[in-house]
């Protein structure tokens, strides 16, 4: 069978799964794959298909199908077809129909280059695009179609098919589970919960407050961002290092947005995974989830053991990473991050910056119950971040910190001329640079001739003299003892510059994964 034909035929059985029962089909060349799969599945009676031989009257007839509430789609070839949808996707998004736009498209070697009926599809019909990579597999497919359908309104599914375009053989996609109408159960979402197993692995990221409080609390062993409740200090640390047999999970508990660490995703890949978030918008950035749903599961059973193995390590991994920073001159990120951490008095609030600050958070931080975590996690942007941290300061009742390198606060420098200038600290570490390219792969020594140039970018900013220039307090402190002291309760908006060196920090980082790995091997 080949690649477009396969994909096809997966499309249209998770749409048939999850309850699509009318597709309107529109003639072309590039959708032929779906036209074949569509005929193929009316003929097995799983739906009915009906065909338009204009898109603008296809698309409203899709819309009338779809306003019984139950999806519907309506497909078309590539090109200015797609952009005659748009009038019935208006309607669809204004009135909250369930009306699914499934385009073909053209492979993606071929925009700009003259091709016919080929243009960019991305976001044409004003709603954003779920783009279907180019012959995905099998959970990539089935996996896309359901964020479609959990879409609240209109979806556009793009799909780009290579040649061949038509049918080899006349398989169907084989299935373990039945339709939707039979069991509430699709390929990724759920309406009922699942039965997770005792050795279950809660991971938490950003999302609604409430409910990364009730996952805490679910009994699992919980390993959590800076940004979300709880969990085991130093867990992202475990995972990155790689867990022995014992500590490993039968299953994962996904939720909110977990976007921080690669070890996350590496203990994702062959698990078991459960992903909760919002509607259409759950977390599965590795394509990994097996189901998905907006509610916490209960959790039928519980491992003691386990749970116990787990705290265990993390109490050993913890005070052998104590030992390491206590042996390592002061200041690196994972000092400042775990001092900071540790300083702060109860009910304050933090920013921390994207980049490495909010890895040493991850890594090193203290995570206490009576300080509130804020990131810009959501897009992962250095930029605007005094900005934001000055709003959250604003609106909190107590003192207030911000933790950012010196190209997040050289990136937002403009934020600092502000009128209303609340009780708010911000962390400065600088060490002149990009300090987390050095952890990178660009860091490798063999890129030593070109990393300064062009990844750590040493700018040599005098921050006294900026901050001076906007009659911001300002203080360069030198040792652990003199940073505590600078972090008494703020008084209106001051800058607390740490200067630090990049040259050892790859080198730290590499014997910290080594303890943990040593600590384990014990």
Known sequence: MNPSTTQARLIVDELVRNGVRHAVLCPGSRNAPLSFALHQAEQKGLLTVHVRIDERSAGFLALGLAKTGTPA?????????????????VEAQLTGVPLIALTADRPVDLYRTGASQTINQHDVLGIPTLHMPEGADEPTTRSLVCRAIATDGPSHVNVPFRPPLTPDDDAWPSSDRAVWTETDRTFTVETRPSDLPARTLVLLGDDRPERLRAA???GWPVIAEPTAPGGLRHGSLLLNAGLPEHLRPDAVLVVGRVT???????????????????????????FTATSASTWLPEPARLD????????????DVGEAVDDLLDAQPWPTGLHVARDLTQAVPPGSLLFVGS???IRDVDFAGERRTDVVVHANRGAAGIDGSVSTAIGLAVEHDGPSYALMGDL???????GLLADHRPDLTIVVLNDD???????????????DPSFERV???PHGTDLTALCAGYRIRHSIVDDAEEFRSALAAPQGLQVVEVQAKRDELRSLHERLKATVSIVFSR
Do not use: M
């Open 433 to 447: 640079g990009g300090g987390i390219f050095s952890l990178l792969e660009q860091g490798a020594p063999k890129y």
């Open 260 to 286: 921080l660490s690669r070890g996350q995703q590496s203990v994702l890949r062959g698990t078991r995974v459960q992903a909760v978030g919002e509607q259409a918008l759950w977390p599965d950035v590795p």
């Open 455 to 457: 990844f750590g970018t």
């Open 216 to 218: 805490s609390e679910l």
């Open 355 to 357: 980049s490495n600050p």
């Open 304 to 315: 003691g053991a386990w749970t116990q193995a787990w705290q265990s390590a993390v109490k």
């Open 408 to 414: 997040t606060f050289l990136h937002d420098s403009n």
């Open 73 to 89: 789609v309506v497909t078309c070839t590539s090109g200015t077809a797609v952009v005659n949808l748009h009038p019935a996707v």
